[in-house]
């Protein structure tokens, strides 16, 4: 699953220090990883509930 997420993106908002993640998405999946850390672990959720939580953060 994770060879699927070829496509890592970090926002242009991140700070000049790295301390930030980047996404890679699928079809079906988003990939989560420590931008820092990159052959660390991946933390993967299916899309819709990463919409959800992206919904959440943005009410908050």
């Known amino acids: 699953m994770t060879s699927d997420l070829a496509v890592w ?4 908002h991140s ?3 790295g301390d930030c ?3 890679a998405v699928t079809p079906e ?3 989560v990883r420590d931008s820092k ?3 660390g672990g991946v933390l993967v ?5 990463w919409a959800g939580f992206v919904a959440a953060l943005r009410r908050s």
């Open 15 to 17: 700070g000049a220090e």
């Open 9 to 12: 993106k970090k926002s242009p």
């Open 29 to 31: 999946f988003v990939g």
């Open 45 to 49: 959720f299916p899309k819709q509930q």
């Open 21 to 23: 993640v980047e996404v």
């Open 37 to 39: 850390d990159r052959e």
